[in-house]
């Protein structure tokens, strides 16, 4: 259990480490460290095989996406149109779910073993050239990256016949400017096209089939791609043997909020609960001040929220999806019984509504009514009927059942993840994420905050 | 002078060398030309199309929706603070309002020394270390009233010019492809299957 200044919030613990192992160096982010420590011994053990069989180790490890889908990566790797040429890989670095804190980590920490994942992936999906798209916000990432690609050039692990192979690729450092959106696939590939990062719809525009310039593309997350190192050193069955079937191999968490030492955890995948993470003494040390959990959200801003009934269940894709709710991007974010309620669905809801793309009215225009209901409720001028109106705004959104954890307390039954949408994107339904567990599961408090006008109030002169 | 300067086009030809379609360079180019000019003028619109083979309009249309880019000048030192969730629940809203009162000025506004604009941002991906904030994009982390009181005195001063480059400037490195390690763009007309996958079919 410890802590580097290099790396803020990482926290280190008595675990497997897969993609966080070099964290303890202050200089992990320099080719001479990587090469000290095994980098580029993965690629070179890619490189002894034909790509085919590089694509079964990582279809048979169950190499989940940690973008916020969790879809296999071997398997994404096998849907694009058999023979059809040139495939693009573009690395998704754009990290800016709310809560969710770990790609800019693996990129400021460890940017060789990123693009050593990079390569792998290129070599056994047949994939032509890569994007490395990095969020804009994050000026050190750029300059780490940048500098490993410089370094990895010069010593010939990036572009042409690399280590003396056929296998030929470029990396290109992309930068993004400031837009949340753009972290959906299709508005990535729209963005790297130069132009607005609107997201398109799918079908068709599956990326896999129809992505960069219109050609077949992968789209993979930094730390999904990160994984790939260890893999192919240390083989598919050391890979699976940490973690559960359906869910092997570690993940990077964040837990933040009201826990006494919130940090980010490089996790056993599947079997860890979120009562260890909040409570254990190797992660967070329970909720600050003594205080009491009221709620806690698992997956990202975009999560339905969970109780302290739920505090059991593992971090386990499947079964956080049958009790309403998803992994998402890793975010996990705690509140504590101090918390005012209505303010923290209103700071989560703004979020997706001020970075709605415009092309859905739903998500345009129901995104900004529900963040300004919420946000005179939560100043004091709400009225009675305005309850009605943030479900029936949100429901114009996400037609039908929402799925929502269930609670015993409330006598509600689980409705599984995911929910309808009248949207193009996930944006749209993501605000009303927030309002619906909020109003669901403490209504009380927003009825709490709700003038009750016997007449219209007058402002009286000063 | 707000058209890219010799220098700067060089390091842009470069940048557009790396796509296989030049459109893609747009957004790394209007990066180039905030850093040059502290923020987007129309004659850096007009010239990135022109390098870019598209439209004026087209540029700003793909400009204006990345918050990064600004269209007037604003501060040497961006300092956005984080509103979002997590910085939220430990005290980002009050770090806000503490700016606010240091600076003399609301989120969006500029000192009258030219030395500061503040913005109220979204999650800035440090979300177990907040109230976090950015100046020019570099992280600070956990900062109290304190914290911030010192660090607005440090940047007056000028002890952080090391650290912290004028607003405009992203990364002091830059990619660099030498010609004889690049394996070249892949144009998506190019129907090609790639050598390692020719070998083993
Ligand atoms: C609104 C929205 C924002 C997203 N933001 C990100 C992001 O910042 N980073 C990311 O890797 N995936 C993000 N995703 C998921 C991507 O669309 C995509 O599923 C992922 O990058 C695929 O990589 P993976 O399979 O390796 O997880 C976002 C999705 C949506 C709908
Ligand atoms: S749901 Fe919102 S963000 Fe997504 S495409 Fe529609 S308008 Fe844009
Ligand atoms: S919520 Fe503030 S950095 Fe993520």
New interface residues.
Partial sequence: MTTYPWA??YVAGDRPQIVTSRFHYEDSYTLERYLASGGYEGLKAALAK???AVHEDVKGATVLGRGGAGFPAGTKWGLTPA????R?LVVNGD???????K??LLMERDPHQLIEGCLIAC?AA????C?LYI??????A??RV??A??EA??A?Y???NILG??????I?????????VVGEETALIE????????PRLKPPYFPAAIG????PTIVNNVETLSNLPWLLCNGVEAYTAIGTQTSPGTRMV?????VKR???YEIINGTTTFRDLLYGDEFCQGIRNGNELKAF?PGG?SAPWFTPEQLDLPFEGRLVGAAGSMLGSG?I???DST?DIP??AL??TR?YA??S?GQCTPCREGGTWLERILSRICDGHGTSSDLDLLIEVGTSICPGDFPHASSTKLGLEATPFPYKMTTICFVGPSAYAPVHSALTLFREEFEAKIVKRTSIPVTVGH | MSRLNAANLEIAREIMSRYPVVRSATIPLLHLSQEQNGYVTREAMQQIAELVESTAAEVYGTASFYEMFKFEPIGKYCVNICRSISCHLVGGDDLVEHAEHVLGIKPGGTTADGLFTLEAVECMAACTEGPTLQVNYRHRFRVTHQDFDQLIDDLRAGRLDAEIPPHGTLARERQHIPADKAAGNVSPDTPITPAWMEAAQ
């Avoid at chain 1, 990290?95 to 804190?101: L, M, Q, R, V």
């Avoid at chain 1, 969020?135 to 050190?140: D, H, N, T």
């Avoid at chain 1, 964040?254 to 009201?258: D, E, F, L, Q, R």
Wanted: with cysteine.
């Fill in positions: 803020a919030g034909a790509a085919p023979g059809k040429y040139p693009y990290e800016s779910e709310p809560g969710t804190y790609d800019r070599y047949g994939l032509s050239q994007f969020r804009g916000e994050m000026a050190l750029h300059e940048g500098r690609l410089n050039y010069a010939g990036v572009g042409k192979t056929k296998f030929s690729v470029d290109a450092l992309h930068w993004g400017a400031g837009a949340y963005s790297l096209e130069g132009k607005r990062g609107e960069l310039y219109g050609q964040a837990v933040s909020g009201h919130p940090g980010v959200v801003g975010a974010m705690v509140m918390t303010k923290a700071s989560l979020f001020h970075e793309c």
